[in-house]
C-alpha cells in the first residue's frame, strides 16, 4: 500500500468497526511486506544465479566476487577496507530497514502488534547463524553494551581476579575498571606478541596467570589491535577445568568467521554485526551459554527480568528500534545465500594474499599472523620511517582507498589497519600494497 492509500485509509478510520480497521491495518502491512520480498527478490535471483553457476567450486575466483560487490551500494566508487569500524549494507538490508521503518512512520500500531513476534524471528535465525538455543541469545546495540552486562552482572568480591590481554578494546577494558574501583576486584594483564607466533604462546600466558583467586578470563576473540583471532576453543578448556568463566570481545567476528558457540566453548560472547555482517549500527549480539545464565544479573530491570527462565531476562529494555533489528534478520539471510564457509574463505584469502606481498616490501613490520588459525579478515601493519597516518591519507587520495590508523607509539602497537571483506577485490589489494610500496621506498 502506498503512501496516499494509507492516507485514505487514516481519512476513513473513524467510520470503520474496531474489527475491520484492524484487519485493514494488518493487510497494508502484508503489502508493505510483499512490497519488500519483491524490491529484494531480483537480489537474491542473482546470487543464487551465481551459486548455481559455481555450484561445484567452494572458493570461486574473482568473477564471482566482483558480480556480488555490485549488491553493495558504494559512493563514488570508494573501496572500503575498514570493516573494523564499520562496514556496508547490502541493498537487501538497507531495503528491509527502510521498508519497516516506513511501516512505524504510516501504522505504528504494528509497532506493538505485529513487530514483536517477527522480533522473536530474528532472535532464532540470529540463534541458528552461531550454532546456539534462541534461550541463549541476546539482541544489544553493541559488543560494549554486552561487554558491560557481563561485567555488571556478575557476582564478585574484593581480591577475585579478572585477566584480560594486553590487546583489550576500551569497551572491554573499562567495564572492568569500573568494577574494580566499585568492588576492589583486581585485574591482571596478560601480554601478547605482536603477532604471537603460535597457540600455545597465548595458552601458556593465561595459564601462568592465573591464581586461586581468578574467576574471569575477558579477552577479544577478535583483536581490534592487531588482527589476532585469539584460541578461544583451547582458552575454554583451560578455564573451564579450573572453574573459571570465559568472556570473549568478537566486536569482528560475526559475519567475518563461520561462528559455532557449541565449538568455541565459551560462556558469554558478544559481537557488533554491523562491521562484517552487514547490519545496520545498533544492533549487537550478547550469546549467554545456558548453563551460566543463572550466575548473571540483569544490569536493566523491567517487566521480566525476575520470571522468564533465559536468556531474554537480560534484554528487558522496553521499545526498541526494530527495524534496526529486522535488517539484521537480512544481514543473516544474505551470508546465509552466500554461504559462511564460503564467506569466511575469501576473507582470509584476501587477507593472505595482502600479507604475503607486504613481507616483500623492505621497512613492513606485520602485527598480524600468517597461521590462518590465527588470523582472519583484519591485517595491521606498519612501515619503517612512515606515519600511519600518512599511509592512511595517501590511500584515500590516490585510489579513494578507506584504511584507518591503529594502536599506540607508547605501547609498540602503532600502524594502519586493513580489512579485506567480499566486496574487496584482488586489484583492491593490489592498489593498497602499490601505495604501501612508494611510501616505503621514499622513506
Not at 532472535?123 to 538455543?133: G, V
Request: proline content about 5%.
Amino acid at each position: 500500500m502506498n503512501e496516499l492509500g494509507l492516507d485514505r485509509l487514516a481519512d476513513v478510520s473513524g467510520s470503520l468497526s474496531r474489527r475491520r480497521f484492524v484487519g485493514m491495518l494488518m493487510g497494508s502491512s502484508a503489502l508493505s511486506i510483499a512490497a519488500l520480498d519483491r524490491l529484494n527478490a531480483d537480489v537474491y535471483k542473482s546470487v543464487d544465479q551465481l551459486n548455481q553457476d559455481y555450484l561445484q567450486d567452494p572458493s570461486p575466483d574473482g568473477v564471482y566476487w566482483d558480480a556480488l560487490s555490485k549488491h553493495f551500494m558504494f559512493h563514488d566508487e570508494l573501496i572500503m577496507m575498514n570493516n573494523g569500524t564499520v562496514g556496508p549494507m547490502p541493498k537487501p538490508v538497507f531495503n528491509t530497514l527502510v521498508r519497516y521503518f516506513r511501516v512505524q512512520v504510516t501504522n505504528p500500531y504494528d509497532v506493538y502488534n505485529f513487530f514483536p513476534s517477527k522480533r522473536n524471528e530474528v532472535r532464532t535465525k540470529l540463534a541458528s547463524f552461531i550454532n546456539a538455543s534462541p534461550e541463549e541469545v541476546v539482541i544489544t546495540r553493541n559488543t560494549t553494551e554486552g561487554m558491560n552486562f557481563v561485567a555488571s552482572g556478575l557476582d564478585l568480591e574484593p581480591g577475585d581476579e579478572v585477566i584480560m590481554s594486553t590487546m583489550e578494546h576500551p569497551g572491554g577494558i573499562h567495564p572492568w575498571r569500573l568494577k574494580e574501583k566499585r568492588y576492589g576486584i583486581k585485574i591482571k594483564d596478560v601480554p601478547i606478541g605482536l603477532p604471537p607466533q603460535s597457540v600455545e604462546e597465548i595458552t601458556d600466558a593465561f595459564t601462568r596467570a592465573i591464581t586461586p583467586r581468578t574467576k574471569v578470563i575477558s579477552i577479544s576473540h577478535t583483536v581490534f589491535i592487531s588482527g589476532l583471532i585469539a584460541p578461544i576453543s583451547e582458552l575454554s578448556e583451560i578455564a573451564h577445568e579450573r572453574g573459571i568463566l570465559l568472556l570473549t570481545d568478537s566486536a569482528h567476528g560475526l559475519g567475518m568467521l563461520n561462528l559455532d558457540m557449541k565449538e568455541l566453548g565459551m560462556d558469554f560472547f558478544t559481537s557488533s554485526p554491523y562491521k562484517w555482517l552487514g547490519a545496520p549500527t545498533g544492533c549487537g549480539l550478547l550469546f549467554v551459554s545456558s548453563e551460566v545464565q543463572d550466575r548473571l544479573w540483569p544490569t536493566i530491570a523491567s517487566s521480566g527480568w525476575d520470571s522468564r527462565r533465559n536468556a531474554t531476562r537480560f534484554e528487558t529494555l522496553g521499545q526498541r528500534a526494530d527495524p534496526i533489528i529486522f535488517a539484521l534478520g537480512e544481514a543473516i539471510d544474505f551470508q546465509n545465500r552466500i554461504g559462511r564457509d564460503r564467506i569466511e574463505r575469501r576473507v582470509k584469502t584476501l587477507a593472505g594474499y595482502l600479507k604475503k606481498e607486504l613481507e616483500t616490501i623492505p621497512g613492513v613490520h606485520l602485527h598480524t599472523s600468517h597461521d590462518p588459525y590465527l588470523s582472519a579478515g583484519l591485517t595491521a601493519f606498519s612501515v619503517e620511517g612512515v606515519e600511519p597516518s600518512r599511509i592512511v591519507n595517501y590511500l584515500r587520495e590516490k585510489h579513494n582507498i578507506v584504511i584507518r590508523t591503529i594502536g599506540s607509539a607508547r605501547a609498540g602497537t602503532r600502524g594502519v589497519r586493513v580489512s579485506t571483506h567480499i566486496f574487496v577485490s584482488m586489484r583492491h589489494v593490489d592498489k593498497v600494497l602499490e601505495g604501501v610500496k612508494y611510501l616505503a621506498d621514499s622513506a
